[in-house]
């Protein structure tokens, strides 16, 4: 039977399964199960702390994790000379997905920028809560909560979070509203820097410094695309406490807002698991965001980050060179730190242009030129860190270590470049190795890396406390926002509550493009 024919026998089956309820939950429960216990469960014995277990490794979570111990890998080839399997070769053009658009890693870099949170300066140490949160919109810390929050008891003004209206639309507010390095005094001792806005940093164009936004995340500044995500939850936080003060008059500003927030929490969980996830994997069925699915399973544990996780995340490969902008074309290396492009277009625009434009494809060779040296800054962390082999967590994920380099890659530059670099198999490192790897069909993503995001995403998204068995209930989010969180699953429900209505030749708001199909590839 050809393979073309069972693809496609799959594919009538995952519509069956989509089309009853109860058999989509049996089923999603069965692939969630097994996609978790494909490796050790937490808590893991090593962390980034010490080489050894001890007390503080097991509980100091301003480390990260590790689901290997440390290793002294026995090739090392120079970074530079690492580097070329990124870039790609002089001549050649980019390689673009067949299945995503540009929402996808714009929703990938929001979520994860809210619990990959490595200290620049020693790669062993964390700030994440460890939490999917929603932090680059809430903030790390009370005290960050806090300086975001309206915090006025006025009516029609209770649980809110502060913004501004730029013409018909509401975006956060400016961090630095006169233009210079000197922020806004309600926001200076509290906030986290951005990203690219500290000492040591060229200065940025005054225009420029002036477009970035008030925060939770020090990183929700670093592309448009990041902004608007941020820009999108934040209109929903103030719909959604707008909602809860009407119909709970009697609430004081402090219930709506933590009530609202309790809301917004396992939403964007939802959207993770029901969108992103669903996107990611080659099934021909779609996984539902149902809580109960972790309430007896033996993963449930305590969130931490691991030192492979605040890796495996580098996606560099999936931003084009150019990016299609509704007014125009922006470079690649432009489209960074930078609110005006938003801020002109507007949050629907911008959302379309996401979801009309293809990602490039994920993988060697085709990382652009202005985000090479962030690919070695990633190899460099993992070494620091002393990440154990490619092979090695081929074997700790449930894989069979790769004996020949053709099992990695079956392009054959690819296998040239890691024959030279790294002599046998077995002394590929981590990093280099998960991008060097072959997609897997019908997922942007290669296997290795799949695996390990299964594993955590839904490990740590299904286990957040506000999707317990005792608290998902409409004791915390009323019946009203129970029932909102029950009906949200893409990010595009969400933008048309929070933008005028969208006409019929809109742009669907999709990670997945509208032109693919099952075992059209990845």
């Known amino acids: 039977m050809s393979d073309w024919f069972i693809q496609h026998i799959f594919a009538a089956a995952g519509s069956v399964i989509d089309g009853w309820a109860w058999l989509s939950g049996e089923a999603g429960a069965k692939v969630i199960g097994e996609a978790v216990t494909t490796t050790r469960n937490r808590p893991h014995p090593w962390s980034t702390f010490s080489d050894y277990t001890s007390w503080q ?10 689901h290997l111990p440390p290793a002294n890998v026995p090739v090392q ?17 980019p390689q673009f997905s067949k299945k995503s658009t540009c929402l996808f890693p714009a929703f990938a870099q929001y979520l994860t920028d809210g619990f990959i949170r490595t200290v620049p300066t020693d790669p062993r140490q964390t700030t994440t809560n460890h939490e999917i949160d929603l932090c680059p919109l809430y903030g790390r810390t009370p005290a960050q909560t806090n300086a975001l ?10 649980g809110r979070l502060k913004s501004q209206m730029i013409g018909a639309e509401e975006f956060p507010p400016f961090l630095y509203p006169n233009g210079n390095n000197t922020p806004d005094p309600q926001f200076a001792t509290t906030l986290d820097a951005p990203l690219l806005v500290r000492p040591g940093q060229p200065p940025l164009p005054q225009q420029q410094l002036a477009s970035i936004f008030a925060v939770g995340g020090d990183r929700v500044n670093t592309t448009p695309f990041s902004a608007m995500m941020n820009t999108l939850l934040l209109r929903e936080h103030n719909r959604v406490a707008h909602e809860l003060e009407t119909r709970n008059p009697a609430w004081d500003d402090e219930r709506v807002f933590q009530t ?35 309430w007896t399973a033996n993963w449930n544990r305590p969130n931490w980050i691991t030192a492979e996780f605040s890796l495996l995340y580098r996606w560099h ?14 470079l690649i290396a432009a489209f960074q730190v930078d609110n005006r492009p938003l801020v002109e277009v507007g949050l629907d625009a911008a959302f379309s242009a996401a979801a009309r434009q293809p990602t490039g494809q994920l993988g060697a060779f085709n990382t652009a030129d202005a985000l090479l040296d962030i690919e070695i800054y990633a190899v460099k962390q993992a070494r620091s860190n002393r990440l154990d082999t490619y092979n090695r967590y081929r074997q700790a994920f449930g894989m069979a270590p790769a004996k020949t380099f053709a099992e990695i890659s079956s392009n054959r ?17 981590f990093y280099p190795g998960l991008f060097a790897e072959d997609l897997v069909p019908d997922s942007p993503l290669p296997g290795l890396l799949m695996r390990m ?26 019946p009203w926002g129970l029932q909102l969180i029950h009906d949200t699953s893409k990010l595009g429900d969400i933008l048309a509550r929070n933008t005028p209505p969208r006409g019929p030749t809109a742009t669907p708001i999709e990670m997945t493009q509208a032109t693919w199909h099952y075992a059209d590839g990845p």
């Open 77 to 93: 080839p120079p970074a530079a000379e690492v580097r070329r399997l990124f870039q790609r070769p002089a001549g050649t053009t």
């Open 453 to 478: 995001v299964a594993v955590d995403a839904f490990s740590q998204a299904l286990t957040n406390p506000l999707l317990s068995e005792h608290v998902f209930n409409a004791d915390t989010f009323t």
């Open 260 to 294: 609202a927030r309790n809301i917004m929490i396992p939403m964007f969980i939802k959207i993770v698991v029901e969108q992103y996830i669903n996107h990611v994997t080659p099934l021909p069925f779609s996984l539902r965001a149902d809580p109960s699915v972790a």
């Open 317 to 330: 490969s999936l931003m084009p060179d150019i990016i299609n902008w509704p007014d125009r074309k922006i």
């Open 413 to 429: 530059d690819v296998v040239a470049l890691l024959t030279e670099l790294y002599g046998v198999p077995d002394n590929v490192e």
């Open 149 to 158: 929050r309206l915090k006025d008891n006025t009516q029609g003004r209770r």
């Open 57 to 66: 490794s097991l509980t100091d979570r301003t480390y990260l994790a590790r």
